[in-house]
C-alpha cells in the first residue's frame, strides 16, 4: 500500500511556493483526456449536430453510471439524528466567480445555512469579506484551473473540517444549489462513524491510474468517485482514516502520485487505499446532465446550471422570476423552498 512519504506545509507561503508549480492553465477538455477526469462543461462542437449528438450520449451514459448495480444501498428510515450543525459545507470558488456565482449563493441557500458554510477561494475580496468573515477561507492557491490548483484547495478544505470536529464534511462547487434539508435527511439514514462516501459518479466506469511504486515498478488501480461538479459527502468516521493520505498537506502528494484532480483522489484514496466504497446517488446533480428533466425538486440534494450548444441547462421549474430575471433558476428554486423568503414576490 502506498503512502506519502511527508506532508506539504499548509502556510501561507507554502501553498504559494505549490501554486507557482502550476505551468499554465490547462483547457478542462485537455484534462479529461490525459486524466479521466470530467469536464467543467460540455466540450465545444466542431458541428452542431455532432456535439449534440455527442452530448446526448454523454447524459446516457451518466444514467447508466448512477442506475447501475449498486455498490451499497441506502439503509431505510434514520440511523442519526441530524441538525445543520453537524454539516461542514465546503464551497469551491475561484475570485473571478465571486461576483457572477458565489453572490447568487449567498442570496440564496447559504443564507440560510452560513454558520456551517466555509467558502474556499484563491484571493482576498473586501466585499465578500464583511458578508462572510471567517468563513471566508483565502487558500493562496492558483486561480488556475488545474490538478495542482483544485487540490492545493481540496487540501485545506479537507483539514478545516477536521479542525472543526464536526460530523460530515459535504463539498459542492460554486454552481450548485445544496438543499441542506435533503442533505441532512439522507445523510440521517448513516452514521458518521462508519464508512460513508456518498455523490454521484460522471463517467460509467472506474477511472484508472497509475501509481509510481519505484524508479522500475508501477501499478494500475481502478476506483469509483463522486464528481466534486454535483458534491459529495464523507463522513468523519471515513475521512479520519484518509489522514495518511490528505492531511497537513499530503492530499497534495496524493494528488501528484495519481496525477488526477481533487474529486478523483478522494476517490483513490476512499476505494483504492482504504477499501471503502462509493454510494451512489441520484439526489445529487451536475451540470453534465439534462438538467431539464429534474423532479421532483424538493426532494432532490443539489442542482446546477450551464450550457449547452448556447442553450441554457437548466432545472425546468416554474416561479416568479422570468428566465431573463433568473437565468440560473436559483431564485426560484429558493422560493420554491422557502417562500417565506424577504425577496420572493407572493403570491406567485
Known amino acids: 500500500m502506498w503512502k506519502p512519504t511527508g506532508g506539504l506545509s499548509l502556510s501561507s507561503a507554502g501553498l504559494r511556493a505549490a501554486a507557482a508549480g502550476v505551468t499554465g492553465l490547462l483547457l478542462t477538455g485537455v484534462l479529461l483526456l490525459l486524466t479521466g477526469a470530467h469536464p467543467k462543461e460540455p466540450p465545444a462542437a466542431r458541428t452542431g449536430s455532432t456535439a449534440f449528438s455527442a452530448y446526448i450520449r454523454t447524459l446516457a451514459r451518466e444514467r447508466r453510471a448512477v442506475s447501475g448495480p449498486p455498490r451499497s444501498s441506502t439503509p431505510p428510515g434514520p440511523v442519526e439524528q441530524l441538525s445543520p450543525a453537524d454539516l461542514f459545507i465546503a464551497v469551491k470558488t475561484t475570485g473571478r466567480y465571486h461576483r457572477l456565482r458565489l453572490e447568487l449563493l449567498l442570496d440564496t441557500w447559504i443564507s440560510r445555512n452560513l454558520p456551517q458554510t466555509y467558502v474556499f477561494t484563491d484571493g482576498e475580496d473586501e466585499r465578500l469579506r464583511k458578508r462572510m468573515g471567517t468563513h471566508l477561507i483565502n487558500t493562496n492557491c492558483s486561480a488556475a484551473h488545474t490538478r495542482q490548483a483544485l487540490s492545493c484547495k481540496m487540501a485545506l478544505e479537507y483539514d478545516t473540517f477536521l479542525s472543526s470536529g464536526k460530523k460530515w464534511f459535504c463539498h459542492v462547487d460554486d454552481d450548485n444549489y445544496l438543499n441542506v434539508g435533503s442533505l441532512l435527511k439522507l445523510l440521517s439514514q448513516y ?50 482514516k484518509m489522514k495518511p493520505w490528505a492531511s497537513e498537506g499530503t492530499f497534495m502528494a496524493t494528488a501528484e502520485h495519481i496525477r488526477l484532480p481533487d474529486d478523483c483522489t478522494v476517490g483513490y484514496i476512499v476505494e483504492a487505499q482504504l477499501g471503502a466504497s462509493l454510494t451512489r446517488s441520484a439526489l445529487f446533480h ?35 422570476f422570468s428566465l431573463k430575471e433568473d437565468p440560473t433558476r436559483f431564485r426560484s428554486v429558493h422560493c420554491l423552498l422557502y417562500p417565506d423568503t424577504s425577496w420572493c414576490p407572493s403570491p406567485w
Not at 221 to 231: E, K, L, M, S
Not at 293 to 314: A, F, K, M, P, W
Open 191 to 240: 452514521s458518521h462513524t462508519q464508512d460513508v462516501y456518498i455523490g454521484r459518479p460522471s463517467l460509467e466506469r472506474p477511472i484508472e491510474a497509475t501509481e509510481t511504486l519505484s524508479m522500475a515498478e508501477m501499478k494500475r488501480v481502478r476506483f469509483w468517485f463522486a464528481t466534486g461538479g454535483a458534491g459529495f459527502c464523507l463522513s468523519r468516521g471515513l475521512a479520519l
Open 286 to 320: 451536475s451540470h453534465l446532465e439534462n438538467l431539464g428533466v429534474v423532479s421532483d425538486i424538493h426532494n432532490q440534494v443539489t442542482l446546477s446550471y450551464g450550457t449547452v450548444e448556447n442553450s441554457r441547462n437548466t432545472v425546468n421549474v416554474k416561479g416568479p
